[in-house]
């Protein structure tokens, strides 16, 4: 045998002893306490389950020479203060009773103690019911009265002092400022009721005034703008309610800095909510987009374990299931209303910025409701349904259908559709049409592709997408592949609303396509399922990739650039978009239209300026 390399060598053994206080709560520190913002976050949750109507945070470089809270919540009596210090002290839980239902931020008793462990912390306090308030120097533990009116203010000052490899880590001033106001920018949102302010160096920094609705909050911590192009978000299913707002596919970025969610008030980063989240986003979002939120998961706090980590910042469902279906229709239906028509009422950025290229989307599409109470809520009642359609003419089975069937009562009609009347088309591609905001430009393959999916998702979650019978077969080449596959899942294809069998050995021949996509070619649809079948196991595909496989269906359906479109025809897809849901992107994630408003159009020409 070789001996061991010297690192892995027994090291010359010391009895086992007991560590003592001091050190003890200098390794708990390390969990609680990784910068400047984590002391923020303890002293902001204390303060408002002291309930605290007003909070202000002074610091100083960063935080890292000074952290200071004040409250107005109901204080600590005197003989309490020392006790506040010591580890696995509390007054928010008594039993494991307690903890189970605990509706607290804190309860674990070790906030305090720890930084007392790493810092120069000291006490003031007046109990609401007493008459004196009194100082708690935390090294020397001397109590001395003082003057102050009913609340608590921790000092919190040199941090890490006594743990230099800690204070290493730390970065800039400047970036452990950031995080010290993401923070209280992150009390502030689960709090609307209570005030906040944030000093730096003498200078106030953030100021949040108590606010009366949830949304004002929103307003002033993350901008107009995001509530701006943002959905409401209500849901409520069983045990769960799931509110706050989903920001518009639009407004995704690049990072994922906006993105708060709330367990019972408490601010969490979450596996089971974060996938939830994505998985709502995934029809409607490109690529690595960020989307933005703001969302609000109230649950029976007996259905959730927040002690899981001595930060908080993670919890345990008892039913992950639950929630995240919860979570996900949650957004997913706030997400779904098209939201056309509605410009008027957000101060949306220029849509020309031709000089100054900007990192995030400037531009917006206006993200408001369609409202179903303008009269289009049946919209989809002016379209002869798919079967009707194909029956009474096969012909145009799928094409887009012209002017509305019924007329439209209103005389205005900027007013009554969303998307305005149809002008014209440019180059084949664009859509133009003029609405009482201005200039509405439709990408029109991108606009169609979306309605014909979603048109097959709902047929297919009927039971099978209504096939129309071609009159004359399409046969074609196939190779083997093609063959085999179609073969193979010979009991799949009708509920796509497809019918492909073999003509011979190295033909296929499709007899039947979805109603939907009659106008398309049968060749190219064929194969192109085929392909994206030879993927998967015929006998779930149907299940698990339905919405890839609609998808490329939907592609092939989808009106081609450089088909010339009748203003009718033009006005008819403006309408189907108005009464289709999510309407507003693409199948990919992009958007099918943009609002250029009157007042855009005159800055570009110099107008009224
Ligand atoms: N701002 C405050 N106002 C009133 N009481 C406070 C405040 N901060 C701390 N306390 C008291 O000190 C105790 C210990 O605080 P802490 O160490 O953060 O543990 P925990 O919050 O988990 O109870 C709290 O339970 C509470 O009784
Ligand atoms: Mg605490």
Redo the contacts with the bound molecule.
């Keep these: 045998m070789s001996a061991l390399p010297s690192s892995l060598a027994p090291a010359a053994r010391r009895p086992i002893r007991e560590l003592p206080d001091e050190l003890i709560s200098q390794i708990a520190a390390g969990e609680v306490v990784e910068r400047p913002a984590s002391v923020v976050r303890?002293?902001l949750?204390?303060?408002l389950?002291?309930?605290?109507r007003q909070v202000t945070v002074r610091l100083s470089a960063g935080g890292v020479r000074l952290i200071s809270?004040e409250?107005d919540?109901?204080?600590?009596p005197r003989d309490?203060l020392p006790?506040?210090?010591?580890?696995h002290?509390?007054?928010?839980?008594a039993s494991l009773n307690d903890l189970e239902t605990v509706g607290?931020?804190?309860?674990?008793?070790?906030?305090?103690?720890?930084?007392n462990a790493i810092a120069e912390l000291s006490?003031q306090?007046r109990f609401h019911a007493a008459d004196s308030a009194f100082a708690l120097d935390g090294r020397t533990g001397e109590l001395r009265p003082v003057a102050r009116a009913a609340?608590?203010?921790?000092e919190v000052r040199e941090l890490f002092f006594a743990t230099p490899a800690r204070r290493k880590f730390l970065k800039t001033d400047a970036t452990e400022l950031a995080h010290c106001i993401e923070a209280v920018r992150r009390h502030a949102l689960a709090r609307p009721d209570v005030g906040f302010s944030v000093w730096h160096e003498g200078r106030l920094v953030e100021q949040w005034r108590a606010a009366d609705a949830r949304d004002r909050r929103l307003a002033d911590t993350l901008g107009e703008g995001f509530v701006a192009q943002s959905v409401a978000v209500e849901h409520a299913a069983g045990p769960v309610r799931v509110a706050g707002r989903a920001g518009i596919p639009d407004a995704a970025r690049s990072r994922a800095d906006q993105q708060f969610f709330y367990v019972n008030g408490r601010f969490v980063r979450d596996k089971v909510l974060a996938h939830a989240v994505r998985s709502a986003y995934e029809d409607v979002l490109h690529g690595q987009r960020q989307p933005v939120y703001a969302l609000y998961l109230e649950i029976d706090p007996a259905r959730v374990d927040v002690n899981v980590h001595p930060t908080k910042i993670e919890v345990r469902f008892r039913d992950g299931r639950e929630v995240h279906q919860a979570v996900r229709h949650a957004i997913e239906n706030a997400l779904a209303a098209p939201r056309a028509g509605e410009a008027a009422a957000v101060a949306a950025e220029p849509f020309f910025k031709p000089l100054s290229p900007q990192p995030e989307p400037s531009w917006t599409q206006p993200a408001i409701h369609f409202a179903a109470e303008r009269g289009l809520g049946d919209a989809a009642a002016m379209w002869p349904s798919e079967r009707s359609d194909s029956a009474a003419t096969p012909a145009t089975a799928f094409t887009l259908p012209a002017a509305p069937v019924k007329p439209t009562p209103a005389t205005d009609d900027d007013q009554a559709w969303p998307l305005g009347r149809a002008l014209a088309q440019l180059q084949g591609i664009y859509i133009l049409a003029e609405n009482s905001q201005g200039l509405v430009i439709v990408d029109m393959h991108a606009a169609h592709e979306r309605i014909v999916y979603e048109r097959l998702k709902t047929q297919l979650d009927g039971a099978a997408i209504a096939s129309q019978p071609l009159l004359i077969p399409a046969t074609f080449a196939a190779t083997p592949q093609e063959v085999a596959t179609a073969e193979a899942c010979a009991a799949v294809l009708p509920s796509l609303g497809l019918e492909i069998t073999p003509f011979s050995p190295r033909t296929l021949a499709v007899r039947a396509v979805p109603g939907t996509l009659a106008d398309g070619d049968p060749v190219e649809l064929a194969r192109s399922v085929l392909a994206e079948l030879a993927h998967h196991d015929a006998s779930t595909v149907v299940q698990r990739a339905q919405n890839e496989l609609l998808s490329t269906m939907a592609c092939h359906g989808a009106v081609r650039a450089n088909r010339r479109l009748t203003i009718d025809e033009m006005n008819g897809l403006l309408r189907q978009m108005e009464a289709t849901e999510r309407s507003d992107q693409c199948n990919h994630g992009r958007p099918t239209w943009r609002q250029v408003s009157i007042r855009e159009l005159d800055s570009l020409f110099m107008r009224g300026r």
């Design positions: 303890e002293l949750d204390n303060a389950d002291a309930g605290a809270v409250d919540g109901q204080g600590l309490e006790l506040a210090l010591r580890r002290a509390t007054s928010k839980i607290t931020m804190g309860f674990r008793g070790e906030a305090l103690a720890a930084i006490l306090s609340g608590t203010t921790v």
